[in-house]
């Protein structure tokens, strides 16, 4: 870089930062998962601080990076929350923005949930029986190694054993980090089962993904946006569909909804955090470092969405549905918190 271009960059970085100094309120984005656990901890954060209350606003975990990364300003988010850990691409869209030093912190796990209204039967599914509903091709019937269009309309055409009832699944979209862990440990888990097909990995990794992570488009699988509440809501008004959404989800909306069996196990807290319910994932928050210290509350809110009380094995936010992290684990990304260490690369 020529010693002209490197002043430029400095003095676009530094007028970001003194743009960013005249608000006076974090600004987060991001994971709807990730939404309800984040405005409690800020609500909170508000009434017991100096600080304002920080203003979140739900956009997914893609869609969050993605503004996440456009820059550092008083127009671009301070923090973004994601139900997925953040993907390289997204590190260097970020740095192409001036944003090089990201703080990463993880809080705690969280389950993907198939659930329906309590007005209907509990549904015992498996993931091989999941793929076969929602997957846009599947193995043929016959046992040969060759993929057919999806046939299957109703839940009895999957499973001779299940309800006779349409397969109607209402779920977040693509840039939600829900969908891509509903894609990834519960379609893809379920393609797995087919020997065919896991041994295509190993050959074909492109087209092994392209089978096993996409999502049938024909009417089955209704995108419902990325308002978990609004999948809920639908549920409720319609006892034979089915819903994909975070386990915080379920324990807000127990009183009228119900999870599904997926391979024999329900989507419980203890089962979760057991790890014997395995459709779950790690939830995840980003912090640009270079607005420690410019945007009035961020290292203090870093250290209360981080502290025991918050995230620990008892803290207030496992009363709703947060699944805490092994004690070593939660050590490491509170210390990251307090030390303000920034993420180094992916491993």
């Given amino acids: ?45 508000g ?89 846009p091709e599947i193995p043929h019937p016959n046992g040969a190694k060759q993929l057919i269009k999806n046939p299957n309309i109703t839940w009895k055409d999957v499973d001779a054993s299940l309800p006779n009832t349409k397969i109607e699944v209402l779920g977040p979209p693509p840039t939600s980090g829900t969908r891509d862990a509903f894609a990834e440990l519960a379609m893809e888990g379920g393609c797995k089962t087919f020997k065919w097909l896991k041994d295509l990995k190993k050959e074909n990794k492109k087209r092994y993904k392209a089978i096993c992570r996409s999502v049938r488009e024909d009417g089955p699988y209704i995108e419902a946006g990325e308002n978990d509440n609004l999948i809920v809501q639908k549920l409720n008004a319609n006892p034979k569909a089915l819903g994909v959404f975070g386990y915080s989800f379920l324990v807000e909306n127990s009183d009228s909804i119900q999870g599904s069996f997926v391979d024999g196990v329900l989507p419980t807290f203890e089962n979760i955090a057991q790890g014997d319910y395995k459709v779950s994932r790690p939830l995840y928050f980003y912090v640009k470092k270079a607005l ?25 936010l ?20 307090r030390k303000l260490s920034t993420l180094s690369g992916l491993n």
Avoid at 31 to 43: D, G, K, L, Q, R
Avoid at 299 to 307: M, N, Q
Avoid at 318 to 337: C, H, N, V, W
Wanted: aromatic content about 8%; proline content about 3%.
């Fill in 47 to 135: 009434k017991s601080t100096k600080f304002k209350t920080p203003v979140i606003e739900s956009t997914g975990s893609g869609g969050g990076l993605k503004l996440f990364c456009k820059g550092i300003g008083i127009s671009h988010p301070d923090i973004t929350n994601s139900s997925r850990r953040i993907k390289q691409n997204e590190i260097d869209n970020c740095a192409k923005a001036g944003i090089e030093e990201i703080i990463e912190i993880k809080i705690g796990y969280d389950g993907i949930v198939i659930a329906n209204s309590k007005k209907a039967d509990v549904l015992a599914l498996t993931k091989r029986q999941i793929f076969l509903a929602l997957a």
């Fill in 292 to 316: 420690i210290g410019t945007i009035p509350g961020m290292k203090e809110f870093l250290r209360e969405f981080t502290a025991d009380k918050t995230i620990g094995q008892d803290g207030y």
């Fill in 1 to 45: 870089m020529t010693r002209s271009l490197f002043l430029l960059a400095v003095m676009f970085i530094a007028s970001s930062l003194a743009n960013a100094a005249s608000r006076d309120t974090i600004k987060i984005v991001g994971s709807s998962t990730v939404y309800p656990f984040a405005t409690v901890v800020a609500e909170r954060f």
């Fill in 318 to 337: 496992t009363d709703k549905g947060l699944i805490p992290m092994p004690s070593g684990e939660y050590s490491q990304f509170r210390s990251a918190a």
